[in-house]
């Protein structure tokens, strides 16, 4: 059977009227559908990708820069959030990635993320709910300065560093900028070598990337339910502390709050992720922004060390990007949905599954209007 022009055209009028194609899945969608996000992406195409997706998305997303790198480069963060009609406070989710320069997955997860918020919350109730009860500052690339140094050539690829200069009498650059943070600083798992991988810094705060993080932070603690940070690899979901012999006054819930989340990952692609303290599951260490955040007050903080166990280790290939991405997606929106729930006691179980395949309601809803559209052509005798 063939169908007539007039059936065709009728299908497309109703998925137009259907809101389908309205300004937030129209342009906001052409603002990520144009990116790739199954590639990794040098700086200049990130920081050109978070104006696109500002200038496509202005009801959800705003952005700010809140510091400078030792090089003088803007770090910049994207807030997701709308506006509620009761005017109620809202609380903070804060996730960042790009602490540790080689780490490429980690700023390729806080894009995806940012894509898969862009592209379902207006088909996604729950999320849609959390987002305005919620702001969500999201920071592709904390370490500027270093991520662009590993695109330099192979021998910097697996630079992991800031970029400030050498200590006096060393020719040495760089310090770990997640050992530079005011929790426990230099007493575990660190150095005081400027030469090694591991060294903390003069002093907690010496480096500007994490004393950005921690002022615009700490003014905001109040509201901040949550603090998640993307590293890789190793597949774990690391609370606080570092330290062996301090523990989280809430360390049961983290540990129960993080399994639900490992348990959700799972179910995306069959990839295990154990969780427990760094010193439990890793090794220990001191002056890491996750401890710093528990000290400060944020009730729940987490590391996620991404895909994979050590055979490509921080060189993950692209073809593992999109899955490694997807997992943590929905171990990240795991946890943002308990913390939402409990703030907001509104009822709904924690963990209540949110869609995480973003495009999924989408084509339902596009299936749907298509099927009771075909129903009345045939029942019309459309058909010839």
Same mark, same amino acid.
């Given at each position: 059977m063939k169908m007539t022009l007039e059936c065709w055209m009728l299908g497309l009028f109703l998925l137009i009227n259907s809101g389908l194609t309205s300004h937030s899945l129209g342009e906001g969608l052409q603002s990520t559908w144009r990116y790739d996000y199954t590639k990794y992406h040098? @700086? %200049?195409?990130?920081? !050109?990708? @978070?104006? %696109?997706?500002?200038?496509? *998305?202005?009801?959800?997303?705003?952005?700010?820069?809140? $510091?400078?790198?030792?090089?003088?480069?803007?770090?910049?963060?994207?807030?997701? $959030?709308?506006? *509620?009609?009761?005017?109620?406070?809202?609380?903070?989710?804060?996730? %960042?990635?790009?602490?540790?320069?080689?780490?490429?997955?980690?700023? =390729?997860? #806080?894009?995806?993320f940012v894509k898969q918020i862009v592209d379902t919350y207006k088909s996604n109730k729950k999320l849609e709910q959390m987002l305005q009860n919620l702001d969500i500052y999201v920071t592709p690339v904390i370490n500027v300065d270093g991520y662009i140094f590993t695109w330099a050539n192979d021998s910097t690829r697996l630079w992991r560093k800031s970029r400030s200069a050498p200590p006096p009498e060393s020719s040495c650059y760089g310090v770990d900028l997640n050992r530079n943070f005011n929790a426990n600083? !230099?007493?575990? !798992?660190?150095?005081?070598?400027? #030469? =090694?991988?591991?060294? #903390?810094?003069?002093?907690?705060?010496?480096?500007?990337?994490?004393?950005?993080?921690? %002022?615009?932070? =700490?003014? @905001?603690?109040?509201?901040?339910? #949550?603090?998640?940070?993307?590293?890789?690899? $190793?597949?774990?979901?690391?609370l606080p502390y570092g330290h062996p012999e301090i523990s989280a006054p809430n360390y049961n819930e983290l540990v129960s709050v993080g399994q639900a989340a490992a348990e959700e990952m799972k179910k995306v692609h069959g990839m295990n992720y154990t969780v427990g303290t760094s010193p439990q599951i890793l090794y220990p260490n001191s002056g890491s922004s996750r401890d710093w955040a528990r000290l400060i007050g944020i009730p729940f903080s987490y590391t996620f060390e991404l895909r994979d166990k050590g055979e490509f280790s921080h060189l993950l290939p692209e073809e593992q990007i999109q899955p490694a991405c997807e997992e943590a997606y929905a171990g990240a929106l795991s946890i943002i949905t308990y913390v939402h729930d409990k703030a907001f006691n509104n009822g709904t179980p924690p963990n209540t599954a949110v869609t995480v395949m973003g495009f999924t309601s989408l084509f339902r809803v596009a299936m749907t209007i298509w099927s009771t559209f075909m129903a009345v052509c045939l029942t019309a005798g459309v058909l010839v």
């Open positions: 040098p @700086m %200049d195409e990130i920081y !050109g990708w @978070m104006e %696109d997706v500002e200038r496509g *998305n202005p009801e959800l997303v705003s952005s700010a820069v809140y $510091g400078h790198t030792y090089e003088g480069r803007n770090i910049t963060l994207l807030k997701l $959030g709308l506006e *509620n009609s009761e005017g109620r406070e809202k609380k903070v989710i804060w996730v %960042d990635c790009g602490i540790h320069a080689r780490e490429w997955i980690a700023p =390729a997860f #806080c894009q995806w600083w !230099g007493m575990v !798992g660190v150095s005081f070598d400027s #030469c =090694a991988n591991t060294y #903390c810094g003069t002093s907690p705060g010496s480096e500007p990337e994490a004393k950005a993080v921690m %002022d615009f932070v =700490a003014r @905001m603690v109040k509201q901040t339910l #949550c603090f998640l940070t993307i590293h890789s690899a $190793g597949q774990l979901i690391l």
